[in-house]
Nanobody, 128 residues
Framework: VQLVESGGGSVQAGGSLRLSCVAS????????MGWFRQAPGKAREGIAS????????PYAESVKGRFTISRDIDKNTLHLQMNSLEPEDTAVYYC??????????????????????WGQGTQVTVSS
């Protein structure tokens, strides 16, 4: 599985960005797909995921109501729409995939990602 992110950048607080992740070498019905982020000096945080069947799973409290995950099956692309960005959202954002047929929320994947394919990461910087 290969994952290639794009769409990061710099934005002022209150602005929006849309991240994309093109996936190859996988079948959508056999993987949890998600977005993680890591800010300097902080632990990695799982923020949003989509289960193999395409259902969106609960978001992290830190992004709930502001971020939306979606996927385009035809283009093998995962998106993360980020609105109302805050300086605290500054981090490197990673697209990830985990082979399973279960709902992502029934596993511990978003809390402790193992057996995971990672993208190279894309920097998001939000200034106040």
């Amino acid at each position: 599985v290969q994952l290639v992110e794009s769409g990061g950048g710099s934005v002022q607080a209150g602005g929006s960005l849309r991240l994309s992740c093109v996936a190859s070498g996988y079948t959508p019905d056999g993987y949890c797909m998600g977005w993680f982020r890591q800010a300097p000096g902080k632990a990695r945080e799982g923020i949003a995921s989509i289960s193999p069947g395409g259902s969106s799973e609960p978001y992290a409290e830190s992004v709930k109501g502001r971020f939306t995950i979606s996927r385009d099956i035809d283009k093998n692309t995962l998106h993360l729409q980020m609105n109302s960005l805050e300086p605290e959202d500054t981090a490197v954002y990673y697209c990830a995939a985990h082979h399973t047929f279960q709902l992502c929320s029934t596993t511990s994947w978003m809390l402790a990602p193992t057996n995971t394919y990672w993208g190279q990461g894309t920097q998001v910087t939000v200034s106040s």
